[in-house]
């Protein structure tokens, strides 16, 4: 009689667990684990936001996915995150679309001295270009999404850069892209190391260099220049990417892809903030040790922009040779750029407030 009554207890009990499993909103499925890594230190503000989206994913997954994240090149060099995503040495990632040249063809725009006013702006037209023209170069991994930092400016020691004609004679930091805009400024480029940047314009070694203004209160070096130059005809931007690999991503419960998913606009409105906030301390910090920020006059302004166009014309070509449509980018792009000047920008990677 006992073992009868026992066999039926433990056959209710096993009724009841199947039970709970088909109960909404609970889950007994293994726990997914993640890496991400991130190529900027602990205490930055855009690590602060990563480490947050991911701490955001897990709560809404209910457990269903645990993120470990791991900042300032602890789990892989910046340079390698994007091919170490691919091949699976690490889940998802942080970095700069640049650190890997020539991948990214037709990303490569957000590079161009093409002067999206501000962060907020430029992180929401980068994703508003992979969702329109859906980049093949993107293909190899999953996207969650991208930003994009302020635009960057000329800084200077000594004398300020106020026309074309100061910038000859002068040796101007900057890499990649950015030489390219100083070269045709009249400026010789000199490539060095941000860390070592301070120190070479302190020791006079350079005249001034190429940054976003959060550099110069990050970076402390608003205490090495006397002048920044805004000109939004030759400001760049950089892009950065939040990408995940493909398998792994195969792998996700689909409604842990959904909250990734429909997270990221929240994210990016944030990061692009973020980059803004940054900027603006650049410029109080700047003002408060007396050093210039310079408005350079429209028409001469207008004049720098004509000398740098050039990138602009050779990106189109590079990408129609490619088979790329890089003229429909810019296009797109600038477009977008004047509809936010003109304070008619809508997206819902972006918010005015």
């Known amino acids: 009689m ?20 088909s109960v909404p909103g609970l889950s007994y499925a293994k726990t997914v684990k993640l890496t991400f890594s991130a190529h900027q230190g602990a205490q930055d503000v855009q690590t602060k936001l990563l480490a947050a989206y991911a701490k955001e994913v897990e709560k809404l997954s209910n457990g269903k996915v645990k993120i470990d994240f791991y900042p300032g090149q602890t789990l892989i060099k910046a340079a390698q995150t994007y091919d170490g995503i691919v091949n699976g040495m690490v889940d998802m990632g942080f970095s700069v679309l640049a650190y890997t040249r020539g991948r990214f063809p037709l990303l490569d725009y957000v590079n161009l001295p093409l002067g999206s ?17 859906k980049p093949a170069e993107l293909a190899d991994v999953e996207v969650i999404y991208l930003q994009s930092h302020g635009p960057g400016r000329i800084h200077s020691r000594g004398k300020a850069l106020l026309t074309l004609a100061d910038f000859q004679g002068e040796k101007i930091r900057a890499g990649g892209t950015t030489s390219d805009i100083i070269k045709l400024l009249g400026a010789a480029p000199a490539s060095t190391p941000m860390p070592e940047v301070y120190q070479a314009l302190q020791k006079g070694v350079m005249d001034g260099g190429i940054w976003d203004m959060s550099a110069s209160a990050d970076w402390k070096l608003a205490e090495v220049v006397d002048h920044s130059m805004m000109c939004d005809d030759v400001a760049y931007n950089t892009g950065f990417f939040v990408v995940m690999n493909k398998d792994k991503w195969k792998s996700l419960d689909p409604e842990v892809q959904k909250i990734m998913k429909e997270l990221a606009p929240k994210y990016v409105q944030m990061h692009g903030k973020a980059w803004d906030e940054a900027d603006q301390r650049g410029i109080a910090y700047m003002k408060k040790l007396g050093k210039d920020v310079v408005e350079i006059e429209p028409a001469e302004c207008a004049k720098w922009g004509e000398a740098v166009k050039p990138l602009i014309d050779q990106y189109i070509e590079k990408t129609e040779k490619q088979g790329l449509p890089g003229k429909e980018v810019v296009d797109f792009v600038k477009g977008r750029i004047k509809a936010a000047k003109a304070g008619t920008f809508e997206s819902k990677w972006y918010s005015a407030q």
């Open 2 to 21: 006992k073992k009868i009554v026992s066999v039926q207890v433990a056959c209710v009990c096993l009724a009841l667990f199947a039970m709970t499993l």
């Open 117 to 133: 006013p501000n962060a907020q702006v430029s992180s929401a037209i980068i994703n508003e270009v992979i969702g329109k023209f």
